[in-house]
């Protein structure tokens, strides 16, 4: 069983980080399972560092979510940190080595 499902799951996980003291390794530890579980689960977050998913949009750049709302279609949106929108399903989570380098990594 791994932590989060230890903790009861992904929104008790997020409340129990919530809790945690300053500490600094405990809070590291919680916040990389919960990336991994977003990213395993395709779940996102304000804050979360992402790209097009298979260059739907034709471009290369890492981006953060920073708001999230429905269009009156009910469709899932996502506000970027460059100020446009996209629908949830058209977003990835980039990986460890993308954030580091601030781009999309080509996967040959």
Do not use: W
């Not at 809070?27 to 919960?34: C, D, G, P, S, V």
């Not at 977003?38 to 998913?53: C, L, M, S, T, Y």
């Not at 506000?79 to 929108?85: K, S, T, Y």
């Amino acid at each position: 069983m791994n932590l989060i499902e230890q903790l009861g799951g992904y929104e008790a996980a997020k409340n129990f980080l919530g809790s945690v003291s300053n500490n600094k390794s405990p809070r590291e530890i919680l916040t990389r399972e919960l990336l991994a579980y977003r990213r395993q689960h395709n779940i996102f977050e304000v804050g979360d560092k992402v790209k097009a998913k298979d260059h739907q949009f034709g471009f290369d750049e890492l981006f953060r979510i920073d708001d999230f709302f429905a269009n009156d279609d009910g469709v899932n949106l996502a506000v970027l940190d460059d100020g446009d929108c996209y629908p949830i399903s058209f977003l990835e989570h980039a990986t460890d080595a993308e954030i580091k380098v601030g781009k999309r990594l080509e996967v040959k």
